[in-house]
T-cell receptor, first 112, second 113 residues
Framework: DVKVTQSSRYLVKRTGEKVFLECVQD?????MFWYRQDPGLGLRLIYF???????EKGDIPEGYSVSREKKERFSLILESASTNQTSMYLC???????????FGPGTRLLVL | QKEVEQDPGPLSVPEGAIVSLNCTYS??????FMWYRQYSRKGPELLMY????GNKEDGRFTAQVDKSSKYISLFIRDSQPSDSATYLC?????????????FGQGTILTVHP
């Protein structure tokens, strides 16, 4: 079974803090994705990566950056957390068939 | 206008009912159509996957794609309380870079005993 794990289930941070969200997949997938999920807005793509050290902006990259130093690990960074970044963050990965994405359990982030 | 529109509901049905969930889309390049199910406090999991137009059945679930109308549906027969979840439609275009998906807003379904 594909396993995508995220470092934290719940996180509380203060405005202005730098926040790191980690995602690890164990299926040697090339592609990894970060989404945020908000009520009424569905899943919105923040960034994705198709190879180590390669990244592309998604639909809402502002205020975020990413890092992919190893194939299995994809990190999302909030450089200076703001209250409007309070959300559920979901990581996903996909392999050769590309269209099938496997999701982690999500990190619920609260920025105070 | 969003590329993919999905009625967020919420939808509440009695056990045993037939449930119909729908999405419309505007991008005619979409070729791959998926339905994901997301239980409370969990990540989405792939439920159904369809390429191009037509129907696909898997147990109590049937996915339909009508590309001429830019409309996809998921039917759940004999619905069970365990089907209570958020259902997300997702789609991608052929040759889309690296499997990037576009999601609907999700429909919250509750099946009560």
């Amino acid at each position: 079974d594909v396993k995508v794990t995220q470092s934290s289930r719940y996180l509380v941070k203060r405005t202005g803090e730098k926040v790191f969200l980690e995602c690890v997949q164990d299926m040697d997938h090339e592609n990894m994705f970060w989404y945020r999920q908000d009520p009424g807005l569905g899943l919105r793509l923040i960034y994705f990566s198709y190879d180590v050290k390669m990244k592309e902006k998604g639909d809402i990259p502002e205020g975020y950056s990413v890092s992919r130093e190893k194939k299995e690990r994809f990190s999302l960074i909030l450089e200076s957390a703001s209250t409007n970044q309070t959300s559920m963050y979901l990581c996903a990965s996909s392999g050769a068939d590309q269209e099938t994405q496997y999701f982690g359990p999500g990190t619920r982030l609260l920025v105070l | 206008q969003k590329e993919v529109e999905q009625d967020p509901g919420p939808l509440s049905v009695p056990e045993g009912a037939i449930v119909s969930l729908n999405c419309t889309y505007s991008n005619s390049a979409f070729q791959y159509f998926m339905w994901y199910r997301q239980y409370s406090r969990k990540g989405p999991e792939l439920l159904m996957y369809t390429y191009s137009s037509g129907n696909k059945e898997d147990g109590r679930f049937t996915a339909q794609v009508d590309k001429s109308s830019k409309y996809i549906s998921l039917f759940i027969r004999d619905s069970q309380p365990s089907d209570s979840a958020t259902y997300l439609c997702a789609m991608s275009a052929s040759g889309t870079s690296y499997g990037k998906l576009t999601f609907g807003q999700g429909t919250i379904l509750t099946v009560h005993p």
